[in-house]
């Protein structure tokens, strides 16, 4: 196992009717709140209005931010970091899914920053610090509401940029699984699917011994199997949101990834997709997952899928382990198409156009031709993408 450090300092309020005890983490930091949403889900399934009311109640000034957009983009970061400004804002408090947290995230680092927000997204050494910020998580998938980082888009450039840094830890994050009940289901199974794939970026590695990792990525794969068809079926399932939304955070905080070497290689490939094409992150996952699975199936890696097969997927070993490696990628898509989700690019919309483009990009953006668990270069990703076509 590699050296790491582990730091995970978001205090998480999980349950229903948690958003109550928010305004005693607030409290200490001030009173004048920057309240960041996305299109207007919360608006008609209530949670605007409790937020709200649990704001006033308790005394607190606050100015809106909605619109964010999934995808979020740079223009609403530096609109909010203007309203910010404006209002003096002691904190940032955040309502929605990894898209809004995301872009309060950035606003409020940005908030210190002289120039402009996309320099503290190219590069988080100029992140210097931050503004206080809190989470009201509407969408399990992203585990930003417990890490350090956000990812925002600069359509002019056609760039869609992670950017971490330790003072993008949100303070406390409010984790009420009845917030996910009114979630569209495509919503529901592209969570899942990013919560899978955050989960397979580090199984999927080449250091071989960080066990206690591997055994909690087994646990969160097995929940998602489990209770993502169910949250799917019966949307007001307690047990299934609270089960995803906690995996959710799971799967990102650090404790999975840790102790591993290496960069992740299909969000790299989806960063492009999402780049040109402004689709839904997930679902851009869950076309890649199975294309890359199988393009780098070999004799170095088959030991690794074999694991995952019989450890996630419950299939018993066999003689023939390409057979049985193949067995838990195939049962990997089927369980996509089953929770309704795209698994081919045209399905999107997207031919093959910009393929060498994004592949271009696609490898710098994480090493991936040194850095990845199988090393790609640009005809590999180009390849893959034409795989998922
Ligand atoms: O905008 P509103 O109206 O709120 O609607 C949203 C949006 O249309 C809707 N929604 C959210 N909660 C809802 C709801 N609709 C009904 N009821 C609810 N309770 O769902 C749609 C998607 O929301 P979004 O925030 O975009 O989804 P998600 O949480 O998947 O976030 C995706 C973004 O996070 C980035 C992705 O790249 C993408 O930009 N990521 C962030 C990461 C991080 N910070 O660590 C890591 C991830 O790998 C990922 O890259
Ligand atoms: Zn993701």
Avoid at 75 to 92: F, K, L, Y
Avoid at 248 to 273: D, F, P, R
Avoid at 343 to 348: A, F, H, K, Q
Wanted: one cysteine or more; proline letters at 5%.
């Amino acid at each position: 196992m590699e050296n790491f450090d582990f730091y995970a300092p978001t205090k998480m309020l999980f349950g229903k009717g948690k958003a109550v005890c928010l305004p005693e983490e607030m409290r200490p930091f001030g009173n004048r709140v920057l309240m960041v949403y996305g299109g207007g889900s919360i608006k008609k399934n209530g949670i605007y209005d409790t937020v709200c009311g649990i704001l006033k109640d308790s005394g607190f000034q606050f100015w809106e931010l909605g619109g964010v957009t999934p995808n979020p983009k740079i223009e609403t970061v530096r609109a909010g970091i203007a309203m910010a400004r404006e209002h003096q804002a002691d904190m940032i408090l955040a309502v929605g899914g990894g898209s809004t947290v995301d872009c309060g995230k950035v606003i409020a680092a940005g908030y210190f920053y002289e120039g402009d927000a996309w320099d503290v997204v190219k590069d988080p050494s100029l992140i210097a610090g931050a503004l206080p910020v809190f989470t009201v998580l509407t969408m399990a998938a992203t585990g930003s509401e417990m890490n350090p980082t956000a990812v925002i888009t600069n359509q002019a450039v056609h760039e869609k940029q992670g950017v971490h840094s330790s003072h993008l830890y949100p303070r406390a994050s409010v984790l009420d699984p009845t917030y996910l009940y009114t979630l569209p289901a495509i919503q529901t199974a592209a969570g899942v699917a990013d919560i899978m794939s955050h989960i397979f970026e580090g199984y999927f590695k080449k250091t071989e011994d960080a066990y206690v990792q591997d055994k909690f990525s087994e646990g969160i794969l097995k929940t998602c199997i489990k209770w993502g068809p169910v949250a799917l079926t019966e949307p007001e399932n307690y047990s299934a949101r609270a089960n995803i939304m906690w995996a959710a955070s799971m799967a990102l905080n650090g404790l999975c990834g840790c102790g591993k070497e290496g960069k992740w290689s299909c969000h790299a490939i989806q960063h492009q997709l999402g780049a040109y094409y402004d689709i839904t992150h997930g679902v851009g996952l869950a076309v890649i997952t199975p294309a890359w699975m199988r393009y780098i199936l070999s004799e170095n890696t088959v030991g690794k899928f074999v694991d995952y097969a019989i450890n996630v997927w419950g299939f018993p070993r066999q003689p023939d382990e390409f057979a049985l490696a193949n067995m838990g990628i195939d049962a990997t898509e089927q369980f996509f198409v089953d929770c309704g989700l795209p698994v081919t690019l045209s399905e999107l919309g997207i031919d093959d156009s910009l393929f060498e483009v994004m592949a271009k990009a696609a490898v710098p953006y994480a090493q991936l031709d040194t850095q990845a668990y199988v090393p790609l270069h640009e005809q590999d990703v180009v390849n893959i993408y034409r795989a998922c076509l």
